[in-house]
């Protein structure tokens, strides 16, 4: 498809489990943000990558998350040992912007929900 | 005092009636700002976007006050279908996007 694509949609992890969640943006999107979204709440900055290069990831809440673009196209965002309070509905979203957004078009995967018991 | 605050409703209005939000925003270094439009469980999509004063598109119009450090969405002859929940998105530092909470709308026939 031509939409920025996520997977998996859904995962469950237990406490204590590393996930791994994976974003295949549009094809020549430079821009790549991940978003965590709790229920109720609006997306929080979670970082950002203009093509390969993880210019910003002050939103990531501890170390144990992580993220990565090594041929700045795929991205995957990785969980290490997951809490409760990690469960959200991670969203990526990805802008032909080459550093500047001001178009502030920013096209959303359909996300990653994830519940951890 | 968190980036982008926003009134999260719900706001009930029958249909045809006019509805307006304020979001309001504490960088006051941000040049643009949006208006993105989530439907329940589905992921946002840009609906405005306001570079100026204001902006309008139809029933939508965005209007931009810097002084006060806020922005409003102004929806006129509400439809059933603009039942959604809109977020409001200034573009902060280096294309950080901080994002509202969300202000909840139920359009009821």
């Known amino acids: 498809g031509a939409g920025v694509s996520q997977s998996p949609r859904y995962k469950v992890a237990k406490r204590g489990q590393d996930v791994a969640l994976r974003c295949d943006p549009i094809?020549?999107?430079?821009?790549l943000f991940w978003y965590q979204q709790a229920l109720g709440q609006g997306p929080e900055f979670l970082t950002y990558f203009q093509n390969e290069a993880q210019l910003d990831k002050s939103g990531l809440p501890s170390d144990r998350f992580f993220a990565e673009r090594p041929e700045g196209s795929v991205s995957t965002l990785k969980i290490q040992r997951t809490q409760q309070e990690d469960s959200a509905v991670y969203l990526c979203a990805s802008s032909p912007g080459t550093g500047d957004v001001q178009s502030g078009e920013l096209f959303f995967g359909e996300g990653s929900r994830l519940t951890v018991l | 005092r968190k980036e982008v605050e926003q009134d999260p409703g719900p706001f009930n209005v029958p249909e045809g009636a006019t509805v307006a939000f304020n979001c309001t925003y504490s960088n006051s270094a941000s040049q643009s700002f949006f208006w993105y439009r989530q439907d329940c469980r589905k992921e946002p999509k840009l609906l405005m976007s306001v570079y100026s004063s204001g902006n309008e598109d139809g029933r939508f119009t965005a209007q931009l006050n810097r002084a006060s450090q806020y922005i409003s969405l102004l929806i006129r002859d509400s439809k059933l279908s603009d039942s959604a929940t809109y977020l409001c998105?200034?573009?902060?530092?280096?294309?950080?996007?901080?994002f509202g909470s969300g202000t909840k709308l139920n359009v009821k026939p």
């Open positions: 998105a200034p573009n902060g530092n280096f294309n950080k996007f901080y």
């Open positions: 094809s020549g999107h430079v821009s």
